[in-house]
């Protein structure tokens, strides 16, 4: 019984920020999300901000991974151009995963955003949508084509399941 102990113990990541903020940086970096995570900060709740926690030259996948399994909750600030971005919706995939798996809170904020567009995959979020399906549709790799359509369905899914969430809204802040 011990060793399932240490191994359950060895598994799980160690918590080092209370949050992961997911963001699209051309919509909100340099106005919502700057102001919601200073708010943060100074309440002194630690705060994984991309910009200020990864290194240069360092990869961000494996640290975006280490840092949403190594948070207490996630904030996900879903703008126009969220689903537009592969990055944001491996984010968001990777985010789904961690609540589903462990104790992880996911607090959606939709800014400038209707949650239903997010679920229902209409207006930016249906036209991001359609560009990486047409994306996919031209790869010539079949292997990565695969690939990238089971991506799609996921994200697709992904994006349902996170506007079903109780969030805030934001709009016009």
């Known amino acids: 019984m011990a060793i399932l102990t240490e191994l359950s113990e060895e598994q799980e990541a160690p918590i080092t920020y209370d949050v992961f903020l997911s963001f699209r940086g051309k919509d909100t970096r340099l106005g919502f999300t700057d102001h919601l995570y200073q708010a943060l900060v100074n309440e002194n709740i630690s705060t994984f901000l991309d910009e200020e926690e990864v290194e240069t030259g360092e990869k961000l996948k494996p640290e975006l991974e280490r840092a949403i399994k ?16 592969t990055w944001c919706l491996d984010e968001l995939m990777m985010i789904l995963e961690q609540r589903r798996d462990s104790n992880h809170i ?4 939709f800014y400038n955003v209707e949650p239903t567009h997010i679920r229902k995959q209409k207006s930016t979020f249906g036209k991001a949508l359609f560009k990486h399906k047409q994306r996919i549709e031209s790869e010539k790799d079949a292997e990565k084509k695969i690939e990238d359509a089971h991506k799609l369905e996921m994200w697709t899914k992904g994006l349902t399941k996170i506007a079903d969430l109780k969030g805030k809204d934001a709009t016009g802040r």
Do not use: E, H, M, Q
Request: hydrophobic content about 45%; overall charge positive; cysteine-free.
């Open 70 to 85: 190594g948070s207490r909750a996630s904030i996900i600030v879903l703008s126009k151009n969220y689903a537009s971005s």
């Open 106 to 109: 996911v607090l959606p904020i």
